[in-house]
């Protein structure tokens, strides 16, 4: 078969198959498919085909296999779906773990790469240089440097943490208007109306 007659063989083939096949698998795009598949494998051999032969059956034929492989590897992962359980949960970074990464951020992309992987991924000083392509001498500069500021940026962290908890505290401790140790409040001293003073001090001079 030449290609001019196996271009007019799959302009006039193609839609009946896909039909036949859409009837088998009852998809119409896996029809397609594996149709299509089909006649690019029978391209290659198009010259063993006789125009009077059967080619159409040849094709149907290699077209329903493919669709049967398909549906069973469809099938077979369906089943390793259903025996898979179901993810474990995996809780979210602790909070400390979570300030760590913020201030890491804060540093320069070098000592921030060359904090990680020496603390966080456990490579060697010798690894980490290996690894960024910078001189040992270089790396260890970085670690220094990126420690430093990541102990500064913590430790300010913590200060601020600190102070906010202790003026909560402050404030819960202060008397609330209205109570009795209260200058504004109604059973304190400095709240005596200066009328009542007055008659305090008759009655005393009588």
């Known amino acids: 078969m030449t290609e001019e007659e ?3 063989f799959y302009a006039a083939a193609f839609p009946r198959l896909t039909g036949q096949l859409y009837a088998f698998t009852g998809d119409h ?5 594996v149709v299509q598949e089909a006649f690019v494998r029978a391209w290659d051999r198009r010259r063993e085909f006789l125009a009077e032969g059967a080619p159409e059956a040849w094709i149907r034929t290699v077209a329903m296999r493919l669709a049967v492989s398909r549906w069973r590897r469809a099938r077979r992962w369906l089943e390793l779906v259903r025996r898979t359980p179901p993810p474990v949960y995996t809780p979210g970074p602790d909070p400390e773990r979570t300030a760590l990464v913020a201030a890491l ?4 992309e070098a000592q921030r790469m060359a904090v990680v992987l020496h603390h966080l991924c456990d490579l060697s000083v010798e690894q ?3 690894e960024t392509g910078a001189p040992v001498g270089t790396v260890k500069a970085r670690l220094s440097r990126g420690r430093a ?8 962290a913590d200060e601020w943490e600190t102070a906010d908890g202790g003026k909560k505290s ?7 208007a209205g109570s009795a140790g ?7 001293a ?10 305090r001090e008759d009655g005393r001079v009588r």
């Open 128 to 130: 980490v240089a290996s």
């Open 170 to 176: 402050a404030d819960r401790g202060k008397p609330s």
């Open 149 to 156: 500021a990541l102990a500064q940026t913590l430790a300010t």
């Open 29 to 33: 795009g896996e029809a397609q498919d």
């Open 182 to 188: 209260s200058p504004d409040s109604p059973g304190s």
């Open 190 to 199: 400095h709240s005596l109306n200066p009328t009542d003073e007055g008659k």
């Open 105 to 108: 951020r804060t540093l320069p």
């Open 6 to 8: 196996f271009d007019a």
